[in-house]
């Protein structure tokens, strides 16, 4: 047995990466992916760490994940911390950066590489993406080094919450726009992200059950239909705007914001640009939002303005000191979701 090899946790959950073909199509084989790793002598050879698998009973397509499945792959992730040098989550591409986004807020003070990667191809399929995508998360979550929340895909490290999948069928389905790769194979370039504190004693804090939601703005778009929609999300809205931050500044629509903020609810306000974000003052559109309350989501991608929000309500205490306190912190860097 080679002892300097490292260990990796991979916490299996689902995707099409280790689907098996039907009748009825594509379907999740339950023990498929897990025998491969296990039997396959390549994931045994030099350069692989030594990898214990832990199966998801279901496997998940990602579409169907929510709040409660991340806190199960943070538990996850939290019981084992201590046994592994890192953690390789596979997982479907659909919700990949949601995940990831959301791993990144609840884990807090990681000093070990968390790595989620799936494909866009079945593995047991001609051509697919599938082991390239595997093989280089494997490897690259053996060195401490990209400690953090990451999305490997196509040959490229990118920061989990810094992530957004931008394809549907090409193997490069993920950017992560305003925010260089960590590192890419196909560049052979590396820039790890800073030395994380590897003795810190990682935190996770489980996203508890909040009324959120997102209301993308449309030109013709009521204001009745946006006092609607803010009715069924009370905890907190993400207002996905025009260009640097900017909606009609119509006195109706600035009641009906500043109403809901006035109530408790914590408006963000999130331009709907993948890349440049929000900035405040430089039209009068995003400044009538600014004095009704919202608050500027920055650069932030869409999965890590709302998974933080999440994050934010999801903390222990008084509803009341938990919203002012989520306020305050919501512009702040939390764990790399803004870039400066
Ligand atoms: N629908 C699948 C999922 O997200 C797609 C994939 O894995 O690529 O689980």
Redesign the pocket.
């Known amino acids: 047995m080679d002892n300097d090899k490292k260990n990796v946790c991979v916490i299996y959950t689902?995707?099409?990466?280790g689907m098996v073909h039907s009748e009825a199509g594509l379907r999740p084989e339950p023990g498929f992916l897990s025998g491969v790793l296990r039997d396959s002598p390549v994931f045994h050879s030099e350069g692989f760490p030594r990898i214990d698998v832990v199966e998801y009973e279901p496997l998940?397509?990602?579409?169907d994940m929510a709040p409660d499945d991340w806190n199960r792959i943070a538990g996850d992730i939290c019981s084992r911390y201590r046994d592994y040098d890192g953690f390789v989550v596979v997982h479907?591409?659909?919700?990949m950066a949601w995940t990831a986004s959301a791993l990144s807020f609840m884990l807090q003070h990681l000093g070990k590489p968390v790595i989620l990667t799936?494909?866009?191809i079945p593995l047991v399929d001609e051509g697919s993406d599938a082991f390239a995508n595997l093989s280089g998360a494997l490897r690259l979550a053996s060195c401490p080094e990209f400690a953090g929340v990451t999305v490997f895909f196509d040959g490229q490290l990118l920061r989990g919450n810094r992530t957004v999948k931008t394809h549907s069928r090409k193997f490069s389905a993920f950017s992560s726009p305003d925010s260089p790769a960590l590192s890419d194979i196909r560049a052979d370039d590396a820039s790890p992200a800073p030395a994380a504190d590897q003795q810190a004693t990682v935190t996770f804090t489980p996203i508890q059950p909040v009324k959120c939601g997102v209301i993308t703005l449309f030109p013709g778009i009521s204001v009745e239909q946006i006092e609607t929609m803010l009715t069924a999300m009370p905890d907190g809205a993400i207002l996905r705007t025009f260009g640097s931050g900017n909606s009609s500044q119509s006195d109706d629509l600035m009641k009906v914001l500043r109403r809901y903020t006035l109530a408790g609810g914590i408006l963000i306000n999130h331009s709907q640009c993948l890349g440049g974000g929000v900035d405040v003052g430089i039209y009068a559109g995003s400044s009538a939002l600014q004095q009704a309350g919202a608050i500027p989501a920055g650069n932030m991608t869409l999965e890590a303005a709302m998974t933080k929000l999440m994050f934010l309500l999801s903390q222990e205490g008084e509803r009341e000191s938990v919203i002012a306190t989520a306020r305050d912190r919501y512009v702040l860097n939390i764990a790399g979701e803004l870039i400066a």
């Open positions: 689902g995707g099409t990466i998940l397509d990602s579409s479907g591409t659909d919700t799936g494909s866009q």
